[in-house]
């Protein structure tokens, strides 16, 4: 059984930064597709990043981004860790969500859809003020 513990949320300012942290234990981290995905209050859970190995070449990653989040998110992986990041730069208001991170287990695949991850973190709360 795949668990996964997410820290790092917390305050911070419009334009600030916070990089979240999900660590997965229970299997091979290699071998699970991680995901971050963010739910406001009264929201859907929505899609934020995702990350796999590429298929062509062991020794590269793929990654996709919700529009929202491009050029100011980056999703990023150490395995010696078992560990997934969020570098969140240039947050803003409507940013603020529970953020879940999530795995599922076709490591060479992206998944953008939240049915397509079978484990779930407890996640961890970003309010970013204006």
């Known amino acids: 059984q795949v668990q996964l513990v997410e820290s790092g949320g917390g305050l911070v300012q419009a334009g600030g930064s916070l990089r979240l942290s999900c660590v997965a234990s229970?299997?091979?981290?290699?071998?699970?597709?991680m995901g971050w995905f963010r739910q406001a209050p009264g929201k859907e859970r929505m899609f934020v990043t995702a990350?796999?190995?590429?298929?062509?070449?062991?020794?590269?990653?793929?990654?996709a981004y919700a529009d929202s989040v491009k050029g100011r998110f980056a999703i990023s992986k150490v395995n010696a860790k078992n560990t997934v990041y969020l570098q969140m730069n240039s947050l803003k208001p409507e940013d603020t969500a529970v953020y879940y991170c999530?795995?599922?287990?076709?490591?060479?695949?992206?998944?953008?859809?939240?049915?397509?991850?079978?484990?779930w973190g407890q996640g961890t709360q970003v309010t970013v003020s204006s």
């Open positions: 990350i796999a190995w590429s298929s062509i070449s062991r020794s590269s990653i793929s990654t």
């Open positions: 999530a795995g599922h287990n076709s490591p060479y695949s992206l998944k953008t859809e939240k049915y397509d991850y079978t484990y």
């Open positions: 229970g299997r091979t981290f290699s071998s699970i597709g």
